[in-house]
């Protein structure tokens, strides 16, 4: 096995957790590709694994990343469209969360600077309280949505890409492939 495991046998540290790079369906290299391909900046061509489409140079016989040989999964020219509409999902996900943190936390900056104003006279003081409540709710409601906006919509999009890979993966090793199943 390799430092990086694999979706069904992820490394784990020497206490037994899984590790965190054991925890990402898709290689680093990989997620960066599909984000250039989604943005139109990298085309879907190369030479990449069979099993997890990790980028592979031209001369490799064994992934980096999952450590299949390409004897059993031979290398494929391109990313699936599934797995390209698969991280999509994932990236939707995770800017949901992140974009619901902030507009939250600035809803409620909002409804808690209109109160001093609501229920006091107009005065200077009022003005200057939403002013400054406004400025403490943005910057609250920013470093929310970095913080746990982030780690909230990366284990939903993980959760997201985990259980459609394990669907992905079950119909790809059912499909007939040279007229024989492809179950190992």
Known sequence: MTEHGTATNPATSENGEASATAREVFSDRLLGLLDDILAGEAPNAGHFCGYCYHPLAPTRQTCTHCGRPLADWPAVAAVPRAVI????????????????VAWGGLSVGVIA????????????????????????????????????????????????????????????????????????
């Open 85 to 100: 509409e698969m991280h999509r999902r994932r990236r939707n996900r995770e800017g949901l969360v992140v974009r619901t």
């Open 113 to 184: 600077a209109l109160l001093p104003l609501a229920l006091g006279n107009v005065a200077l003081w009022s003005v200057i309280a939403f002013f400054g409540l406004l400025v403490f709710f943005y910057l609250l409601s920013a470093n929310l949505a970095n913080s746990l906006g982030d780690s909230l919509g990366y284990a939903w999009g993980q959760s997201l890409v985990r259980r459609e890979w394990e669907r992905f993966v079950a119909a790809r090793n059912d499909e007939p492939a040279n007229g024989a199943s492809r179950n190992r």
